[in-house]
């Protein structure tokens, strides 16, 4: 692909610890940014995709 | 005298080494310089034809002489751009109506 | 309506993240997918750094070009790295270095460019690169040396009435690595966008005044330039430094001290 040659390196055997690294940050952050979404002051916040209120206008 | 003394503990480290098989090898051409030098000497020489040479943007500003600082400069140029047209609409939107 | 950010000056104001496309899916629930300059500038990092290296690809050459010539000392570099940090034994680590180095160098430089954003500048991509990293190595470490790997936060030598209060520091100090990772290269990437920004605002100010008043911040602007070279430094250093890290604590994972 694009004049490249193949190259046999490996690449779940150095890096599948990272790999479960990557995948327990994403769910962390997930859950955090699920967590922080329902919190008091971002709640009603217009920038809050998931607000009830009505978005102010001028977006 | 002195500069050669200098040049003769430095031989190492100053880059002009050329590589000859006796330098190489220690005595003699051993049967793995040999091989090297065989590999080498059945490369084709002189120029890549210019049917095999990349055309197009690669070739020419990447490649061999064309090489040049013209590509980085235009991706600085280019992001630039973006950079200011996304700042300029998003202003642009915040101010539009008179309030935020 | 009276809104206090009409005029939005904040030099902080770089930093924020905002949506360009919203797209609500109803799939898994509620869930909200959005284009944002962060994405965007993210996507245009992997792009630059995979054209970079198609680009400057050696061609099948002999001789290669000079764009060639610039990444395989940015490899030798690398690869050096690797092996006097790791170890000359796990040198598979290096392709993981690479891309985390040319990631985190072009987000940096890309940072610099006037008007854009820097990724590294966020605090979600700076300590979510270092949590990955940190988890990544502890994993390793269990992998290699099972229930073995605790051993780590116990000394040797010391003696046992210390042992409680030695592995609660140690057991800090490891867990703080996955912060300071991130947040190294987050502190110094934001602290010197904030400067660069404030100057340039008050300089643009000192320009437009008057004639003489603009000839006289030719002085100050001489300063400025010269605070863009450090920036530029400083964003090759930090990505770096991030790489030598990596290996540090890859290093400890396996070899236990």
Redesign the interface.
């Known amino acids: 692909m694009?004049?490249?040659r193949a190259w046999p390196?490996?690449?779940v055997?150095?890096?599948w610890?990272?790999?479960?690294?990557?995948a327990?940050?994403f769910a962390?952050?997930w859950k955090l940014q699920n967590v922080a979404l329902q919190s008091e002051e971002a709640r009603n916040d217009p920038k809050n995709?998931?607000a009830k209120t009505a978005k102010?206008?001028?977006? | 005298m002195f500069a050669s003394s200098v040049r003769r503990s430095l031989g190492g480290l100053i880059p002009p080494k050329i590589a000859t098989p006796g330098a190489v090898s220690s005595g003699g051409t051993s049967a793995r310089t040999a091989s090297v030098i065989e590999f080498y000497s059945k490369l084709p020489k002189g120029p890549k034809p210019e049917s095999e040479r990349p055309g197009g943007l690669r070739g020419r500003y990447f490649e061999g002489k064309n090489a040049s600082g013209a590509p980085f400069l235009a991706t600085i140029l280019i992001l630039f751009g973006l950079g200011y047209t996304i700042d300029y609409n998003m202003h642009l939107k915040h101010h539009k109506n008179g309030h935020h | 309506m009276i809104n206090n950010n009409f005029f939005i000056n904040s030099p902080l104001e770089q930093f924020e993240v905002t949506p360009f496309i919203k797209f609500n899916a109803p799939i898994l629930g509620d869930f909200n997918l959005s284009l944002t300059n962060l994405g965007l500038y993210a996507l245009i990092t992997v792009f630059l750094v995979l054209g970079l290296h198609i680009v400057a690809n050696n061609s099948h050459s002999l001789i290669p070009s000079k764009w060639s010539i610039a990444l395989e000392s940015a490899y030798a570099s690398i690869h050096a790295m690797v092996r006097d940090q790791i170890g000359p034994n796990n040198e598979i680590y290096t392709p993981f270095i690479y891309s985390l180095f040319f990631f985190v160098v072009i987000a940096n430089l890309n940072g610099n460019i006037p008007y854009g954003f820097t990724v590294t500048t966020s605090i979600m991509v700076a300590i979510g690169l270092s949590v990955m990293i940190f988890l990544g190595v502890t994993v390793l470490g269990l992998s290699i040396h099972g229930v073995h790997f605790f051993a780590y936060f116990i000394p040797s030598g010391t003696p046992l009435g210390l042992v409680p209060l030695l592995v609660l520091i140690e057991l800090i100090s490891y867990l703080a690595r996955a912060v300071s990772l991130g947040v190294r290269l987050f502190a110094n990437m934001v602290a010197g966008h904030t400067l660069l920004k404030i100057l340039s605002t008050f300089l643009a100010q000192l320009f437009t005044a008057s004639i003489l008043v603009a000839v006289v911040t030719l002085i100050p602007f001489a300063v400025f330039v010269a605070l863009i070279g450090l920036e530029i430094a400083v964003s090759l250093i930090q990505a770096y430094v991030f790489c030598v890290l990596t290996c540090s604590y890859i290093k400890d994972a396996i070899e236990l001290h």
Do not use: E
């Open positions: 694009f004049g490249l390196t490996p690449i055997k150095p890096l610890p990272f790999m479960i690294g990557s327990l940050t962390g952050v995709p998931f102010s206008g001028g977006h």
